[in-house]
């Protein structure tokens, strides 16, 4: 999968369009599903999704293969989009919190990736689960829901820089139970 | 290296921190190698957290996204992504600079796993050598050198930690000195103020210099030396 992700995001920098057909097919149930995940609400998730797919059209040929793999790059644009509508969101209301709290679902319905869907997703279980109950929650409430290390730090009422250590070492496990490497 | 604001690696991996601290925490890592090296991999740890979020988007977003890529024209390729990269050898043991640091300095703690023992082991064979002798010398421009030799593994590293990086179309580059005669050891990437190189045989050397060069090298130094440090 990355692999072929890498292929066809070379193609696409040089402006194949049919070559971004495939790589939406390919990556728009992560993107849309991460970003759902993150502002909850359906119609601004598509928004928000068709932003990102069209930003990596645009900036494909930005994307620099030592800095991580092609599937984290666009992960890495889609979250971002995302958590810059909470901010924006926050700003005017509470309304993220309040639409759907309970809603969490994750419909996946494309048999093609399902196998190596459900071993990644259950991969990223197991390895949540072996970090300490603090370094979980302020890595989730942060990639999942959007908050600042400011306001991670008021839900769990735990100190700045506990925070800020607890996303890192959080981080720093999960790399290295999910054998995350970045080479050159 | 600065460790405060490099504690935030990880809030900023998972975009929690706000534009401010965000638009601070890139000049940072602009400036430290092996700080960016680590944040690229938080990052890509943090977008696996995706895998546990899947959901097929309505298919007329398809047709969406299709038509509207087809009237948006294409950024080109960024023009300093290449320019700044340092020399593969220099990324490969960037990384391990980060250990560099909390050997030598003492005062920066870093969480170093396991599974990077790959990337760290030439540099832990030189550090951890029963004989390592360090030396350092304060460069002109401000920040330091610090050189690590240990005649057992008959090899050294060289930790550069210059306050900012050269002029632009101007480089670092290392040197070492054996009987008055200097040999290159090495330049870094263009904007790159930090790196660590591992040198075969340095402990026969008698010294190691610094200095700033037209990018991408030189074949002989250019004085004045940024820092000289004499060795043995």
């Known amino acids: 999968m990355a692999d072929d992700t890498g292929v066809l995001l070379e193609a696409v920098a040089k402006g194949d369009e049919k070559a971004f057909g495939r790589l939406y097919d390919l990556v728009a149930p992560r993107v849309f599903g991460l970003i759902r995940r993150v502002l909850r609400d359906p119609s601004q998730s598509e928004e928000v999704a068709q932003e990102v797919l069209v930003e990596i059209w645009r900036s494909a040929a930005r994307f620099d293969p030592s800095r991580g793999t092609p599937t984290g790059w666009i992960l890495t644009i889609a979250h971002r989009r995302a958590v810059d509508r909470v901010r924006a969101e926050q700003a005017a209301a509470d309304r993220t919190r309040s639409v759907g709290a309970a809603s969490l679902d994750t419909p996946y319905d494309t048999v093609a990736d399902e196998v190596t869907g459900r071993l990644e997703r259950e991969q990223v279980r197991d390895c949540l689960d072996g970090l300490t109950e603090l370094q979980r929650q302020a890595v989730t409430l942060a990639y999942y829901r959007g908050h600042t290390y400011p306001q991670v730090s008021k839900l769990l009422n735990v100190p700045l820089p506990t925070v800020k250590t607890r996303m890192r070492d959080g981080l720093i496990r999960l790399r290295d139970c999910l054998d995350v490497e970045v080479t050159a | ?232």
């Open chain 2, 1 to 232: 290296m600065n460790a405060d604001i490099h504690s935030l690696v990880g809030a900023y991996a998972l975009d929690a921190l706000d534009d401010l601290e965000r638009a601070a925490f890139d000049r940072h890592l602009r400036e430290c190698e092996p700080c960016r090296i680590e944040a690229d991999e938080l990052r890509e740890t943090a977008g696996r957290l995706a895998a546990d979020s899947w959901s097929a988007p309505p298919p007329a977003l398809r047709d969406d996204v299709l038509a509207a890529v087809a009237g948006t024209r294409q950024l080109g390729p960024a023009a300093e992504q290449r320019a700044a990269k340092p020399p593969r050898r220099l990324r490969w043991v960037a990384a391990a600079a980060v250990v560099l640091a909390a050997v030598g300095a003492g005062t920066v703690v870093y969480a170093i796993q396991d599974q990077r023992v790959r990337r760290e082991r030439v540099l832990a064979a030189i550090l951890t050598a029963p004989d390592v002798i360090w030396h350092e010398e304060a460069l002109l421009g401000g920040g330091r050198v610090r050189v690590a030799t240990s005649a057992s593994r008959d090899a050294g590293v060289i930790l550069l930690n210059a306050a900012k990086a050269p002029e632009a179309g101007k480089v670092y580059q290392l040197w070492t000195i054996r009987g008055g005669v200097p040999a290159s050891a090495g330049a870094l990437g263009e904007g790159q103020a930090v790196s660590t190189q591992v040198v075969e045989e340095l402990p026969t050397a008698s010294a190691v210099g610094v200095t700033v060069e037209r990018a991408p090298a030189a074949t002989t130094p250019t004085a004045p030396l940024e820092a000289q440090v004499t060795l043995g």
